[in-house]
């Protein structure tokens, strides 16, 4: 587009050098113990701008060779993004989605961003229940719907139930239900419930409960790099004794909504894998598993109800 559009060449180059700029992105850099380079102020610029124009980095790639043009529109909302983005604010509350598994999913402050290990929990909930088509799949804090959605679009479940006691959180869940629902009308249907842990959940017999709870613990999230701290919700990532609160919790109850011989799937943090993984094998389950992340830490716990 020519009519008076800036080159979108030119308003990458602007990003970039915005983020370079950036004093938030440089003091985070240093907190993780690395620094925040030119390289990575391009990177970061190459995927905001893809991000807020909706196409892929090798699309913007084909974008910027072809010498196209932003329109005011677009390019007021790439400086918005970007200013949001150099005051430390996450990328995906800065552009407003966040890639996960299959799908790309609409963010905000109201849930956590999701995160790439949290794929390999849906990838063990969907290798447990592969050869058992049917039944009903939970997702427990379901937040941006990333958990249920994933095990609705690529599962072979009956329906899933996804819960979470913020009301905003399942408001945005719903949102990309909704996305999903239009793009992928295979997909098992989806029922948001209000309600902590497995309140919402009685009466029902489940083929697996999949849950992210909160697991940080209160005295801990000083130590939480700023960009989760300040900005993503607490209640999310935070949880009472000793961040074992909730794990506790939803053991002590999924017997009694569990089909025979089904599974609770956990996210865990990689210092109470083990700890979760005994609570786990004290409250009576069978074939309890810790599985890895790629990085090789601990990061998911498996556990079977076998009835007496």
Same mark, same amino acid.
């Given at each position: ?50 991000? @807020?124009?909706? $196409? =892929? ?15 005011? %529109? ?7 993004? !970007? ?9 995906? #509350? ?23 290990? &949290? ?16 039944? %009903?799949? $939970? ?20 329906? @899933? ?8 959180? +399942? *408001?945005?869940?719903?949102?990309? !239900? ?11 249907? @989806? ?19 999949? *849950?992210?709870?909160? #697991?940080?613990? #209160?005295?801990?999230?000083?130590? /939480? ?11 999310? /990532? ?8 909730? #794990?506790?919790?939803? +053991?002590?109850?999924?017997?009694? /909504? +569990? ?10 943090? *990689? ?5 979760? *993984?005994?609570?786990?094998? =004290? ?10 992340? +790629? &990085? ?13």
């Amino acid at each position: 587009m020519t009519d008076g559009g800036r080159l979108l060449r030119d308003v990458l180059h602007e990003v970039a050098r915005l983020l370079s700029a950036s004093a938030w992105l440089a003091e985070d850099a240093r907190a993780a113990g690395a620094e925040f380079t030119g390289g990575d102020a391009d990177r970061e610029a190459r995927w905001l701008v893809a991000a @807020v124009l909706d $196409v =892929t980095p090798g699309e913007l790639g084909r974008l910027l060779s072809d010498g196209r043009h932003a329109s005011g %529109i677009e390019a007021a909302s790439i400086d918005r993004a !970007a200013r949001r983005r150099a005051l430390g604010e996450p990328m995906a #509350y800065c552009v407003g989605t966040a890639p996960f598994r299959q799908l790309v999913l609409q963010v905000d402050r109201r849930v956590l961003i999701p995160r790439p290990e &949290t794929e390999i929990v849906v990838g063990e909930a969907l290798r447990l229940t592969a050869n058992h088509p049917g039944g %009903i799949a $939970v997702d427990i804090g379901t937040g941006s719907g990333a958990i249920a959605l994933s095990l609705a679009t690529e599962g072979r479940f009956s329906r @899933v139930i996804a819960t979470d006691l913020s009301d905003e959180a +399942l *408001a945005v869940a719903a949102a990309n !239900a909704a996305l999903v629902a239009a793009a992928a009308p295979h997909a098992s249907p @989806v029922e948001f419930r209000p309600g902590a842990d497995l309140a919402p959940l009685r009466g029902i017999r489940a083929r697996v409960i999949v *849950a992210n709870p909160p #697991y940080i613990a #209160y005295s801990e999230t000083a130590a /939480l790099p700023r960009s989760v701290r300040d900005w993503e919700p607490t209640v999310a /990532l935070v949880a009472s004794d000793q961040g074992m609160a909730r #794990y506790a919790a939803i +053991l002590a109850g999924a017997h009694e /909504l +569990l089909e025979p011989f089904g599974w609770v799937v956990f996210e865990v943090d *990689a210092r109470r894998a083990q700890q979760t *993984a005994a609570l786990a094998t =004290t409250q009576g389950y069978q074939q309890v598993t810790v599985g890895r992340d +790629l &990085t090789g830490r601990d990061r998911v716990v498996l556990a079977q109800h076998v009835p007496a």
